[in-house]
């Protein structure tokens, strides 16, 4: 029986405040970012994808081996919608009942994190959920039911689920701390965020 809900990784962005480095090919616990980021999601279910730009040949090599799809966006220059778009024809095809946003530049958000959110949007499976911080600040992952997969890939530019969402306004669901919020971008925020671990 398909999983109710599938996952996307949204990585075909240029990462260009990280002034020439690529966020996703950072090391978090020996491995690439985007590779920690899509294992943690396959734990969670095995309908995981990755959008990626035609050229990312570095950004594959670390993830070709894991069992996901990929999916290739040409117009990934519109920014973040492209990706959402093909992720929502995706997850349609694969007859899933809801779609979850995770972006992978956040390397606290766990395995279970991903399972804990998945439970609680198939208690209301016709609702959105997002995930917040222990002290309720939405954040990410956001879980969209297919009942807006249409709205997905009817999106333009680079400005995500936010017009869905305030069409139609999520439960929150707090992790852990502020590991929701922890999206590392830049060179400053990578060197706190290690200096943070220890």
């Known amino acids: 029986m398909r999983p109710a809900c599938a996952i996307v990784l949204?990585?075909?962005?240029?990462?260009?405040?990280?002034?020439?480095?690529?966020?996703?090919?950072?090391?978090v616990g020996g491995m690439a970012l985007l590779r920690h980021v899509a294992m943690q999601a396959l734990h969670a279910s095995p309908d995981v994808t990755v959008t990626l730009r035609p050229s990312a040949a570095e950004?594959?090599?670390?993830?070709?081996?894991?069992?996901?799809?990929?999916?290739?966006?040409?117009?990934?220059?519109?920014g973040m919608a492209a990706s959402l778009?093909?992720?929502a024809g995706w997850a349609r095809d694969?007859?899933?009942?809801?779609?979850?946003?995770?972006?992978?530049?956040m390397p606290d958000v766990t395995a279970a994190d991903f399972?804990?959110?998945?439970?609680a949007q198939a208690k209301h499976p016709d609702h959105c959920l997002r995930a917040a911080s222990a002290d309720h600040v939405p954040g990410h992952p956001v879980i969209l039911p297919k009942a807006l997969f249409a709205a997905m890939q009817a999106l333009q530019g680079d400005q995500g689920a936010r017009?869905?969402?305030?069409?139609?306004?999520?439960?929150?669901?707090?992790?852990?701390?502020?590991?929701?919020?922890?999206d590392l971008d830049t060179p400053e925020d990578w060197d706190a965020w290690r200096k943070a671990q220890g």
């Open 10 to 27: 949204p990585a075909a962005g240029l990462a260009r405040r990280m002034r020439g480095g690529d966020k996703l090919l950072e090391q």
């Open 59 to 78: 950004r594959l090599a670390v993830i070709a081996d894991l069992p996901l799809t990929i999916l290739r966006i040409p117009d990934a220059d519109e």
């Open 85 to 87: 778009r093909a992720a």
């Open 94 to 105: 694969t007859q899933s009942s809801a779609l979850m946003i995770a972006l992978p530049d």
């Open 115 to 119: 399972r804990a959110l998945i439970n």
């Open 163 to 182: 017009e869905i969402l305030r069409a139609h306004p999520p439960h929150l669901h707090p992790l852990t701390g502020q590991r929701a919020l922890t």
